[in-house]
């Protein structure tokens, strides 16, 4: 049986746990919202890699997204990133074999424009260093990467998480190997924002972090498993009795056939005349 505890405050907001929300994709670590820097420009002519390091948590990490502004882009753009470990700390490079790839975007003719790498879930080890590395299929020196000199993570970033302060580059047209990186731009990082969620075990993901419910309205949210069942699994959400919260549906089945089709859940709050926030946990139980 799996325990995914959520806290929802009827009368005015509903909010979940914490480790209900640490299953909610979040920030991981990002320098978007540094000053940008000006002169040298980054184009995509050139392959480009940037360092990152994990945070300590045991259980790892799932990355789900790596968002890339650009100070220009064209529609034939052509970009594949993936995720590579460090080789070493004695010589700082990316490993050949990806631990995984992303889904690249639809690219457009556009000035100050990101765009979003999306994947289901890179595993990542806690405390290890790895990198983004950006491989252009062809020469696109129209399309401007943006940088920062600053070396600081933005407000939001999950503890211990870093990005590392010089960026790699090699011609678009070579390989990806140890040695092909000749380029180093020391004390600059690419502006990147990873998202993701930590990998706790519990079978349930949640798809909201918060959730506010006026009294006489109605919220919604989805659940999902994590992963795919042997059997049947059903799913029960207790906790609501006594409450000015009903909860439609508290139980459902996931098969493995639609085991990663969202079940969406309804949490209505009833008028009252209690003008305190209440607070109901609300426990799912999926067995």
Same mark, same amino acid.
Do not use: C
């Given at each position: ?31 978007? $919202? ?14 480009? &890699? *940037?360092m990152f390091e994990t945070g300590s948590d045991s259980n790892g990490y799932l990355l789900t997204s790596v968002e890339?502004?650009?100070?220009? %882009? ?5 970009? /594949?990133? %993936?995720?590579?470990? /460090? ?6 490079r990316p490993v050949v074999a990806a631990v995984g790839t992303l889904t690249s975007p639809t690219f457009v003719s ?24 950006? $491989? %252009? ?15 600081? @993570? ?11 302060? &010089?960026?790699? =580059? ?9 040695l092909d990186w000749g380029g180093i731009h020391s004390n600059e990082s690419l502006k990147i924002r990873l998202k ?11 798809? @909201? ?9 109605? !919220?919604?949210?989805?659940? *999902? ?8 699994? $059903? ?22 056939? /639609?085991? =990663?089709?969202? *079940? ?5 709050? !009833?008028? $009252?005349? =209690? ?13």
């Amino acid at each position: 049986m799996f325990l995914a505890p959520l806290l929802a405050l009827p009368a005015l907001l509903a909010g979940w746990s914490s480790e209900a929300a640490a299953q909610t994709t979040r920030t991981l670590v990002s320098n978007v $919202d540094q000053t940008t820097a000006t002169g040298v420009i980054r184009r995509l002519e050139n392959d480009y &890699a *940037q360092m990152f390091e994990t945070g300590s948590d045991s259980n790892g990490y799932l990355l789900t997204s790596v968002e890339i502004p650009f100070k220009q %882009s064209r529609t034939d753009t052509a970009l /594949n990133i %993936s995720i590579h470990k /460090n080789y070493s700390d004695a010589f700082q490079r990316p490993v050949v074999a990806a631990v995984g790839t992303l889904t690249s975007p639809t690219f457009v003719s556009a000035s100050d424009r990101g765009y979003t790498f999306t994947t289901s879930g890179i595993k990542l080890e806690p405390d290890t260093k790895y990198w983004v590395v950006l $491989d %252009s299929l062809f020469s696109r020196p129209d399309s401007h990467l943006t940088r920062t000199t600053s070396s600081d @993570e933005d407000s939001g970033s999950l503890p211990d998480w870093k990005l590392g302060s &010089a960026v790699l =580059n090699k011609s678009h047209n070579t390989r990806l190997g140890l040695l092909d990186w000749g380029g180093i731009h020391s004390n600059e990082s690419l502006k990147i924002r990873l998202k993701g969620r930590i990998d706790y075990p519990e079978a349930l993901l949640l798809s @909201e972090s918060a959730l506010t419910v006026a009294e006489g309205a109605s !919220a919604t949210y989805t659940v *999902q498993l994590k992963s795919q069942p042997s059997a049947n699994v $059903d799913v029960t959400i207790s906790g609501q009795a006594g409450t000015d919260v009903t909860v439609q549906p508290s139980t459902f089945t996931f098969t493995p056939g /639609n085991w =990663n089709s969202a *079940q969406t859940v309804t949490v209505k709050a !009833a008028h $009252d005349n =209690n003008h305190n926030n209440e607070r109901v946990t609300l426990v799912h139980r999926a067995s």
